[in-house]
T-cell receptor, first 114, second 108 residues
Framework: ETAVFQTPNYHVTQVGNEVSFNCKQT?????MYWYKQDSKKLLKIMFS???????VNETVPRRFSPQSSDKAHLNLRIKSVEPEDSAVYLC?????????????FGAGTRLSVL | GQQVQQSPASLVLQEGENAELQCNFS?????MQWFYQRPGGSLVSLFY???GTKHSGRLTSTTVIKERRSSLHISSSQTTDSGTYLC??????????FGQGTSLSVVP
């Protein structure tokens, strides 16, 4: 049963445009994540929030910015997309950190940059 | 270098055969998790297994911290087991590092 909801499922845009992805979890978790999955299926963490506070910020281009209004929501904005941003963006949540509990993933947002 | 190495990269099985998927890591471990991803689908947690052996139906996960490895055993494979299997470890509070995955195809 899905408990991590991502919108949109797909998004096609052109280089230079701004895009926003939304993520909401209904599990009552306090930690949320954004992962990027490339064409080779490799998953890399981008950001992690715990109770609305940024705790993990990997080396990603500055055009990426996460936004958290409360612990159930974590959105991702890309200011000016580039071709290499084409990927699947996966949102996840857990109770406390990933070192203590399993992660629950959303279905992903597939971004295509033309 | 890559902290988490999975093998094999891909595997084809006849329905009913068993499979052993390996995950080796080069960094200290807080936890190990195994996920399953159907083509075009989201990740589903199979095991949270920081150490020892855990069972779930036809699946068994074994993590041996001293040897820096974890394995996922699939017994009596079925065509519905086809997909990508990913292991991931954490060495800090919230940073989960994934392996490259094993792509499994089970044919009738």
């Amino acid at each position: 049963e899905t408990a991590v909801f991502q919108t949109p499922n797909y998004h096609v845009t052109q280089v230079g445009n701004e895009v926003s992805f939304n993520c909401k979890q209904t599990l009552g978790h306090d930690t949320m994540y954004w992962y990027k999955q490339d064409s080779k299926k490799l998953l890399k963490i981008m950001f992690s929030y715990n109770n609305k506070q940024l705790i993990v910020n990997e080396t990603v281009p500055r055009r990426f910015s996460p936004q958290s209004s409360d612990k159930a929501h974590l959105n991702l904005r890309i200011k000016s997309v580039e071709p290499e941003d084409s990927a699947v963006y996966l949102c996840a949540s857990s109770y406390q950190g990933a070192s203590q509990n399993t992660l629950y993933f959303g279905a992903g947002t597939r971004l295509s940059v033309l | 270098g890559q902290q988490v190495q999975q093998s094999p990269a891909s595997l084809v099985l006849q329905e009913g055969e068993n499979a052993e998927l390996q995950c080796n890591f080069s960094t200290s471990l807080n936890s190990m998790q195994w996920f399953y991803q159907r083509p075009g689908g989201s990740l589903v947690s199979l095991f949270y297994n920081p150490s020892g052996t855990k069972h779930s139906g036809r699946l068994t996960s074994t993590t041996v911290i001293k040897e820096r490895r974890s394995s996922l055993h699939i017994s009596s494979s079925q065509t519905t087991d086809s997909g990508t299997y990913l292991c991931a470890l954490t060495s800090s509070f919230s940073k989960l590092v994934f392996g490259q995955g094993t792509s499994l195809s089970v044919v009738p």
